[in-house]
């Protein structure tokens, strides 16, 4: 199994509606989560972290965690054409540590106006 | 507020030369980590450098090596370049502390010839 697998994609929703993102991990260690928005051609943009088992809300974003299943989405509420981009899940390596994430391929995401 | 800076933004080389790659962190940060993201996949963890010392190291050859300097800035090296090491080169900074997230900079794109 490989260290985190995002559904691939691309995800094409229209907009106003919500689009749902998901990532499944293999390191039963890691404990806190990071998604990064990537436009294309640029760098990854931190949107949200989550420690803790449960949802964390954000303005139009909301990240759900699951420890026990190995899983994490990203809900993004009205979504926007702005919001066309690839979203990337990172769990950090086990044992506390943030400074080495283990990224996915990444979920390519389309919001159609 | 400056945010992490890298230099140069494009480059080219040809197979067998040497390459360094520079970054400057975020204001106030301490640490920093290098990520290559070939095209369509997510960003590999490559080294990690805090008090100018290399901390963590991902699956890289001894071909990629690094440095940091006093005033947090780093650098990146590559020697003995090969086709594949064409792609985006990513530094992103964070502080040596707790739960701290990593900023990205803007990245620098090599292209081996």
């Known amino acids: 199994q490989k260290e985190v697998e995002q559904n691939s994609g691309p995800l094409s929703v229209p907009e106003g509606a919500i689009a749902s993102l998901n990532c499944t991990y293999s390191?039963?260690?890691?404990?806190?989560f990071f998604w990064y928005r990537q436009y294309s051609g640029k760098s990854p943009e931190l949107i949200m972290f989550?420690?803790?088992?449960g949802d964390k809300e954000d303005g139009r974003f909301t990240a759900q965690l699951n420890k026990a299943s190995q899983y994490v989405s990203l809900l993004i509420r009205d979504s926007q054409p702005s919001d066309s981009a690839t979203y990337l899940c990172a769990p950090p390596a086990s044992g506390g540590s943030n400074y080495k994430l283990t990224f996915g391929k990444g979920t390519l995401l389309t919001v159609n106006p | 507020d400056a945010g992490v800076t890298q230099s140069p933004t494009h480059l080219i080389k040809t197979r067998g030369q040497q390459v360094t790659l520079r970054c400057s962190p975020k204001?106030?940060?301490?640490?920093v980590s290098w990520y290559q993201q070939a095209l369509g996949q997510g960003p590999q963890f490559i080294f990690q450098y805090y008090e100018e010392e290399e901390r963590q190291r991902g699956n890289f050859p001894d071909r990629f090596s690094g440095h940091q300097f006093p005033n947090y800035s780093s650098e990146l090296n590559v020697n003995a370049l090969l086709l594949g090491d064409s792609a985006l080169y990513l530094c992103?900074?964070?502080?040596?502390?707790?739960?701290?997230?990593?900023?990205f900079g803007p990245g620098t794109r090599l292209l081996v010839l």
């Open positions: 989550i420690y803790s088992n």
């Open positions: 204001s106030g940060h301490d640490t």
């Open positions: 992103a900074s964070s502080l040596a502390r707790g739960r701290e997230t990593q900023y």
């Open positions: 390191d039963r260690g890691s404990q806190s």
